[in-house]
């Protein structure tokens, strides 16, 4: 006689297919977490490799990459724990198998809540640059890929702006080996040129390791700063990009800031 109380071959079989139904989910999250997790790390290479590129930081792919990878490791264990249950329990006629599946609603929940996280997310990142001040715009358009020279205009003459920028100079403690005029330069050869001053400054603290990491460095150390004045009067502050530098010498990450100190230098001279 059949025992009632015993899981019939086709519900066997059902409750096989449901957790090879739910193996598959857990392994498409942790798949998709994956290359979310690596998205990050990508996109920094790819500003590496093209200076002219300016990134948002999208350290945060990280977290939500690991959250999908850790919600497809629990949907594959809870899974296996659900389908010894159900080999445990009454045959299909009894009312526990009308219970809705909490495993399912809670990863619908869950990946509701990490969808729109990762929205919002994708949304502020999108909205930053219109925070960006309107010297750092004009940076990021006026990146050359090809010699990845940025260039900002400034608030100020020549003149006044050299001079701002030997102040923060030597307020940073930064020695300045020369200051090159150009200009006054092409005017004793009886030569006409727009006010154009160059700045050659560094610090061996600083210069050294770089030195030391990539010798060819030295090539474009001590830092320098161009200042220049256009056909219309205006004012214009440029310098070699650092992750153009970076990527030319092949420096290590954690030296970036050794050479990314320009940035505030120009940044600062320009307000």
């Given amino acids: 006689m059949k025992n009632d109380s015993s899981l019939t071959l086709r519900d066997a079989l059902a409750a096989e297919r449901t957790l090879l139904a739910w193996i598959r989910t857990g392994l498409a999250l942790m798949g998709l977490g994956f290359v979310l997790a690596r998205f990050g790390i990508f996109i920094r290479e790819v500003s590496v490799l093209e200076p002219a590129l300016r990134t948002q930081s999208y350290g945060l792919s990280l977290w939500f990459g690991t959250a999908l990878i850790l919600l ?3 949907v594959c264990v809870l899974s296996v724990l659900r389908y010894l249950r159900l080999l445990k329990q009454p045959s299909a006629g009894s009312p526990s ?18 969808g729109l996280a990762m929205a919002a997310y994708l949304l502020s990142a999108r909205s930053a640059p219109e925070n960006i001040p309107s010297h750092a715009k004009e940076a990021s358009v006026s990146a050359i890929p090809e010699n990845g020279i940025v260039r900002i205009a400034s608030s100020h003459p020549v003149d006044e702006t050299v001079s701002k920028l030997q102040e923060i100079l030597r307020a940073k403690g930064v020695k300045l080996f020369a200051v090159v005029d150009h200009s006054g330069e092409a005017a004793a050869a009886g030569l006409k040129m727009p006010n154009t001053k160059l700045l050659i400054f ?4 600083a210069g050294t390791p770089l030195m030391l990491a990539s010798p060819s460095t030295a090539l474009d150390l001590p830092l320098k700063i161009l200042v220049s004045e256009d ?5 214009w502050i440029s310098y070699n990009a650092p992750p153009y530098l970076q990527a030319r010498h092949r420096l290590p990450s954690e030296l970036l800031p050794n050479i990314s100190v320009v940035e505030a230098l120009a940044a600062k001279a320009a307000e």
């Avoid at 056909?231 to 004012?235: F, Y």
């Fill in 231 to 235: 056909s219309q009067g205006k004012t």
């Fill in 97 to 114: 198998f009308m219970r809705p599946s909490l495993l399912g609603v809670a990863t619908a929940i869950l990946l509701a809540v990490l």
């Fill in 72 to 74: 497809g490791v629990a």
């Fill in 202 to 205: 560094g610090n061996p603290k």
